[in-house]
Each structure stands twice: as C-alpha cells, then as structure tokens.
C-alpha cells in the first residue's frame, strides 16, 4: 500500500516538473523570462536565407539596403512592451522597423500608439501570420535582420540596449 | 546502521529525482537538449530527434527504477552508465568549446556541456555504484517513492526558480475610487 501510495506521489510530483518545464516553454516563447537579463539567443528555426515573397507596404523600403532590423513584438508579452518603450527613447533607431503582432488589428494599432512606435516604420501582423510563414518565427521579442531584403539572422532579445550592441549599423556581420 | 540505511535512502531518492526530472524536462522540452545532442555528436534533426526521446525514456525509466526492489540492481547499472556518459559528453563539449546550452531538466538558458556536467555526471555514476552495493542496508524502501516525489518537487522547485518567484510575486493592486 505505501508503494502504491509513494508511486501515486511520485507521478504529481512528475506532473509538477512537466508543468514547469512547460511554463518555460511558454515564457520562452512570450518573452517573458524574468531572470534572464538581456541575453541575445539566436533563432534556429528561422528561415535564415530568404527573403520574404512580399513586404508589408509599411515595410517597402525595407526590402533593400544595408543592415535593416525588424523588431518582432507581440501585444500579448510583457517584455515586449518593455522593449517598445526602450525605442520611444533611443535615436539609434533609423535601421528599424516594427511588426506588431496580434490576434486584432485594432488592439495592435493600439499597442503601436500607446508605446510611441508611430515615428518608426511599423505594420501590424495579424495572427503574426507574416511572421510566421515567411520566416518560421513565432517567438516575442524578436529581432529579425536583413541585408539587401534577405534574412540574414533572427534573434530573441529581452533588452534592445543588448540586441542593439550585437546588431549595430557599423558592424556588417552579426 | 540505521545511519547508513538512511543516507543510503537519501541517496536512492536523490538520483531517483534526478533522473525522473531530467527524463520528464526532455520529453515536455527535448528541443533544448536535440540542440546540444546535434551539435556535440555532429547528428541530423531526425536522428538528434529519436536519441533525446531514447534517452528521455531510459532516464525515467532508471529513476522509477531505483525505487523498486526487484528492478533495482538494473536501474542502478543504467543509472551509473547515464552518469559516465554524461561525463564524457561534458568532457567533449569542454574540449569542443560548445556553449549550447544543454537543455537539462527542459531549461532552455542550462549551462552549455562542459567541466559542470563532468562533475555531475561522475556523482551520479558514484551514486549508482553506492546504490549497487548497499542495496540491503536500506531500512524502509518501501518510503523511497515518498522520498524521491519530495525531491523531485523540491529539485522542480529550484531549477526553475525564476518562474516560481515570477508566480509568488505580489502584484501591484490597482488605485481604488474613494
């Protein structure tokens, strides 16, 4: 009986560390990882290489030139708001462009007002539907960085402070 | 006796946590540790892909085990060869410079292979060894279970620490109408 007993225990004390290990997942995909400082993590699954079928008219001029970041942020992630409002303050911004992405439109219009993302060249992805089928990304925040319009790197980022010291307009290579 | 018998128990539940929790973190986030596997042994996703699920499997299946008396013996042999070959993918990842994290417990941010898991790796052969050949010094197996579902929860706990302090922290209410 206590082996049945102990064993019972044993498969909710497994469950717990699925429910962590999952709870990770998640805050690794939303962006939210509290104690991990402002680590730069390169994006595997991304789609390195291409470039994508069609840009968001927003987007249009950054389809060639030298090294140009998109800023991938969701409405749904806590760390993202904290990056949108890093770039209300930073003017080392010209290299940037935002896609907003949100399950509505209206809700991603809002999170671009409200976080003073409208000077910078900005285009909200519904569904991250862009996002997701050009490049292979469903991950907030997300720097997505190109030369000449292709894919060369995709990061994930907690700070821009940090992406922008590994992404910089002086460096070609990243 | 009893003193032996008890640390030898502690040792049981101990590695028992360990394995189940590294077993289960592969299987809810093998994508971590497929990484690593890829990198270090130079393998295709879909072989990378069946070795962490193997590896998973028979690292769940060593803890639970530990645990049983019949399978115990046979458990503490597989436990004590997880152990060594943890050592020797960390001395490799050491002597290949690898900084991929290597994706124990699920974590995506663990540290990559390297001194930390030769250090590791050879406690747990050296505990496997401890199990092997003080088996029948163990005063009550039958509260193993007990112990390991304890650890394992605490071993849970503490390896991801930060979530558990982002979901105790109090939150700031909002200012209420007067």
Redesign the interface.
């Known amino acids: 009986m ?2 049945v ?3 019972a ?2 498969v ?3 469950a ?3 429910l ?6 998640l ?2 995909r939303s962006g ?5 400082g402002s ?1 730069v ?1 390169l994006l ?1 699954e991304a789609r390195v290489g291409r470039a994508p079928d069609a840009w968001p008219a927003a987007l249009a001029a950054f389809a060639d030139g030298p090294l140009r970041i998109v800023l991938v942020l969701s409405t749904a992630c806590n760390s993202c708001r904290t990056v949108a409002g890093q770039l209300a303050e930073r003017t080392d911004v010209a290299d940037v462009a935002v896609v907003v992405s949100t399950a509505d439109a209206p809700v991603g219009a809002e999170f671009v007002a409200a976080n003073g993302l409208t000077r910078l060249p900005h285009h909200v992805d519904e569904s991250g539907a862009w996002v997701s089928s050009q490049f292979g990304i469903s991950v907030s925040p997300a720097a997505l960085v190109f030369r000449d319009g292709v894919l060369i790197s995709a990061l994930a980022f907690t700070d821009f402070t940090a992406l922008r010291s590994t992404v910089s307009p002086t460096r070609q290579r990243v | 006796m009893i003193g032996a018998g008890l640390v030898l128990g502690l040792i049981v539940c101990a590695t028992a946590a360990v394995y ?2 590294a077993g ?2 592969k ?3 093998p994508e971590h540790t497929r ?1 690593a596997v890829r990198e270090l042994f130079r393998l295709d996703e879909p072989t990378a892909h069946a070795a962490v699920r193997v590896l998973a499997l028979v690292e769940l299946a060593a803890g ?1 085990g530990l ?1 049983v008396p019949a399978a115990r013996p046979a458990a503490a042999v597989a436990a004590g060869a997880l152990g060594l070959a943890f050592a020797a993918a960390g001395a490799l990842g050491r002597a290949r410079g690898t900084a991929t994290p290597c994706g124990c ?5 663990s540290a990559p292979l390297g001194l930390r898991s030769v250090v590791v790796g050879l406690a747990l052969a050296a505990a496997a060894l401890a199990v092997l050949g003080g088996a029948s010094a163990l005063t009550r197996p ?5 112990g ?3 650890l ?2 605490l ?3 503490w ?5 558990v ?2 979901l105790i922290r109090p939150r700031p209410t909002p200012a209420s109408d007067h």
């Not at chain 2, 417990?105 to 941010?109: I, L, T, V, W």
């Open positions: 206590t082996y007993f102990g064993f225990l044993l909710l004390a497994g717990v560390v699925v962590f290990a999952m709870l990770g997942q805050s690794e939210v990882t509290p104690a991990q680590g993590r595997e | 189940v929790s289960l973190g299987f809810a986030a990484r639970a645990l417990f699920g974590r995506a941010d039958d509260l193993l279970p007990v390991a579902a304890g394992t929860v071993l849970a706990a390896t991801w620490r930060d979530i302090r982002e």
